[in-house]
């Protein structure tokens, strides 16, 4: 046999000649599915689909973005008023680490919330007065008041919350359940972002908290933003109609066939997904955001400000339209929260811009028939002090930030109504009883949804990667 005769069988049968054979099929099939027509409409499925019977259909995440305090909305603590003032004792806060903002402070006066609590509803759960609507419907809330951090500062905490690492560059939350679950509607994201401000001044927000990391870019969050263009590069440029849009399309599609066969890249597949979503979404966003149709009562129910796109009680009604459209990750940033001075006048102002809206969606969501198949969570990145930071007066004070203590809700399917989960001690600083973690957090949203956290995984340079890292508990005591 000669060389040449060898090296042509060697070549024939050489594994990345193997790899491509079997991957032209593959390429074929994913690129296929995304032209248009009935029969080759674009498959829905996640990557492993539930690992059981899910509790709930979607998510959607409220988060409260600068960190509410919680000794000044949900977690009321007399002692501190009794001590008004008084220098937080050595004994209560065991040497924590406290964040250069008041780190050389002289002293850590305790400041009481100037605000009045109250217990509402069946349930006899602590609110302020911050939150009046909150009041209706507090039975159907579960509040979960052990949460609990390691990181002290907004942008690792964030970061840690949404993608269960510190540090950017893992799958947010929203893309872990998109690459798990897939989506229920092939004309919409599966996961959508959407961003508001109370107050301005705030700390940033930024791309890597609804980041796909390491996974296919088609599970990146899709920011829906307020005004003519939603979404980016989604409506077709002048002197292009769609007719044209579509021809387009399909060569670039043929095209992408061919390169895939070449180099076997999953990307060029995600590429043309992503170019092949946005066409379908040129139709289906302007529908989903249009608000116009919306009865009188609703915008009274969210309240006057849900006429104004961009607002928090905008996106909220937004949140339920997405959700009646089976959007599986609703993630909404609401930007104000960070209050070192001046806390008082400021939070007036946030509570004000959320509570109403927070309510009547999940009213909203309940008289649709749609919570008991929803999880919705609402809550910050960690909590405040319980001392001011800087000088203490009857009507000003601030709050540095706190990861040992704070309090988030949660409501909808599979979650027990009217219940508090955890306590912290007498001085609202330390957890006294059930704490729960993030990683906890991240694994019964997981759970819900019918997902093993510890299952869910996807291999990068050389490791299996999860959501939850190497730690995690799913929160029993809260489920039904």
Same mark, same amino acid.
């Given at each position: 046999?000669?060389?040449?005769?060898?090296?042509?069988?060697?070549?024939?049968?050489?594994?990345?000649?193997?790899?491509?054979?079997?991957?032209?099929?593959?390429?074929?099939?994913?690129?296929?599915?995304?032209?248009?027509?009935?029969?080759?409409?674009?498959?829905?499925?996640?990557?492993?689909?539930?690992?059981?019977?899910?509790?709930?259909?979607?998510?959607?995440?409220?988060?409260?973005?600068?960190?509410?305090?919680?000794?000044?909305?949900?977690?009321?603590?007399?002692?501190?008023?009794?001590?008004?003032?008084?220098?937080?004792?050595?004994?209560?806060?065991?040497?924590?680490?406290?964040?250069?903002?008041?780190?050389?402070?002289?002293?850590?006066?305790?400041?009481?919330?100037?605000?009045?609590?109250?217990?509402?509803?069946?349930?006899?759960?602590?609110?302020?007065?911050?939150?009046?609507?909150?009041?209706?419907?507090?039975?159907?809330?579960?509040?979960?008041?052990?949460?609990?951090?390691?990181?002290?500062?907004?942008?690792?905490?964030?970061?840690?919350?949404?993608?269960?690492?510190?540090?950017?560059?893992?799958?947010?939350?929203?893309?872990?359940?998109?690459?798990?679950?897939?989506?229920?509607?092939?004309?919409?994201?599966?996961?959508?972002?959407?961003?508001?401000?109370?107050?301005?001044?705030?700390?940033?927000?930024?791309?890597?908290?609804?980041?796909?990391?390491?996974?296919?870019?088609?599970?990146?969050?899709?920011?829906?933003?307020?005004?003519?263009?939603?979404?980016?590069?989604?409506?077709?440029?002048?002197?292009?109609?769609?007719?044209?849009?579509?021809?387009?399309?399909?060569?670039?599609?043929?095209?992408?066939?061919?390169?895939?066969?070449?180099?076997?890249?999953?990307?060029?597949?995600?590429?043309?997904?992503?170019?092949?979503?946005?066409?379908?979404?040129?139709?289906?966003?302007?529908?989903?955001?249009?608000?116009?149709?919306?009865?009188?009562?609703?915008?009274?129910?969210?309240?006057?400000?849900?006429?104004?796109?961009?607002?928090?009680?905008?996106?909220?009604?937004?949140?339920?339209?997405?959700?009646?459209?089976?959007?599986? $990750?609703?993630?909404?940033?609401?930007?104000?929260? +960070?209050?070192? /001075?001046?806390?008082? *006048?400021? %939070?007036? &102002?946030?509570?004000?811009?959320?509570?109403?809206?927070?309510?009547?969606?999940?009213?909203?969501?309940?008289?649709?028939?749609?919570?008991?198949?929803?999880?919705?969570?609402?809550?910050?990145?960690?909590?405040?002090?319980?001392?001011?930071?800087?000088?203490?007066?009857?009507?000003?004070?601030?709050?540095?930030?706190?990861?040992?203590?704070?309090?988030?809700?949660?409501?909808?399917?599979?979650?027990?109504?009217?219940?508090?989960?955890?306590?912290?001690?007498?001085?609202?600083?330390?957890?006294?009883?059930?704490?729960?973690?993030?990683?906890?957090?991240?694994?019964?949203?997981?759970?819900?949804?019918?997902?093993?956290?510890?299952?869910?995984?996807?291999? $990068?340079?050389?490791?299996?990667?999860?959501?939850? +890292?190497?730690? /995690?508990?799913?929160? *029993?005591? %809260?489920? &039904?």
């Amino acid at each position: 046999m000669t060389t040449e005769i060898q090296d042509k069988i060697h070549d024939q049968f050489s594994r990345r000649n193997f790899l491509q054979s079997a991957g032209l099929g593959l390429g074929a099939v994913a690129l296929s599915s995304l032209l248009p027509g009935e029969a080759r409409a674009e498959s829905t499925l996640g990557t492993s689909g539930p690992h059981f019977p899910p509790k709930v259909k979607r998510v959607i995440y409220l988060h409260q973005s600068g960190a509410p305090s919680q000794l000044d909305l949900f977690d009321y603590k007399p002692k501190l008023e009794e001590m008004w003032g008084e220098d937080l004792p050595e004994s209560i806060r065991k040497g924590q680490r406290l964040t250069g903002m008041s780190a050389g402070q002289a002293s850590f006066p305790l400041a009481a919330s100037v605000f009045k609590f109250a217990k509402h509803g069946r349930s006899q759960a602590w609110l302020s007065d911050l939150l009046p609507y909150h009041r209706k419907i507090v039975d159907e809330l579960c509040f979960v008041k052990s949460m609990h951090t390691e990181h002290i500062n907004h942008d690792p905490a964030i970061t840690f919350l949404q993608t269960g690492n510190q540090i950017g560059g893992r799958p947010s939350m929203g893309s872990w359940a998109s690459y798990g679950l897939g989506s229920e509607n092939k004309n919409l994201p599966s996961f959508v972002v959407l961003l508001s401000k109370g107050r301005s001044g705030d700390q940033p927000l930024y791309a890597k908290l609804w980041s796909n990391g390491f996974l296919s870019s088609v599970h990146q969050g899709v920011v829906f933003r307020s005004g003519q263009d939603p979404v980016f590069y989604l409506n077709n440029p002048e002197g292009i109609d769609k007719s044209s849009r579509r021809n387009m399309l399909n060569a670039l599609t043929k095209l992408s066939e061919d390169q895939y066969k070449q180099v076997l890249d999953p990307e060029i597949n995600s590429r043309m997904q992503q170019y092949e979503m946005a066409y379908r979404m040129q139709t289906s966003v302007p529908e989903t955001l249009d608000i116009s149709r919306e009865p009188d009562y609703i915008f009274d129910m969210y309240g006057e400000d849900s006429r104004q796109p961009g607002t928090f009680a905008a996106n909220c009604l937004l949140a339920r339209k997405l959700a009646e459209k089976d959007v599986r $990750f609703i993630q909404l940033y609401h930007q104000g929260w +960070d209050q070192h /001075g001046g806390l008082p *006048k400021d %939070i007036k &102002t946030m509570a004000k811009s959320v509570d109403q809206a927070s309510s009547a969606l999940i009213v909203d969501l309940k008289q649709r028939g749609l919570l008991d198949d929803t999880l919705l969570v609402w809550g910050g990145e960690f909590g405040r002090t319980n001392y001011s930071q800087g000088k203490l007066t009857r009507t000003n004070y601030g709050r540095d930030h706190h990861p040992r203590a704070f309090t988030v809700y949660m409501t909808g399917g599979g979650i027990k109504r009217g219940i508090t989960h955890g306590e912290t001690d007498e001085f609202g600083y330390n957890i006294a009883r059930d704490p729960v973690h993030i990683h906890d957090l991240q694994a019964t949203i997981m759970h819900l949804l019918g997902v093993d956290h510890e299952q869910l995984t996807f291999k $990068f340079q050389g490791r299996r990667y999860r959501l939850t +890292d190497v730690a /995690g508990k799913v929160v *029993k005591p %809260i489920l &039904t």
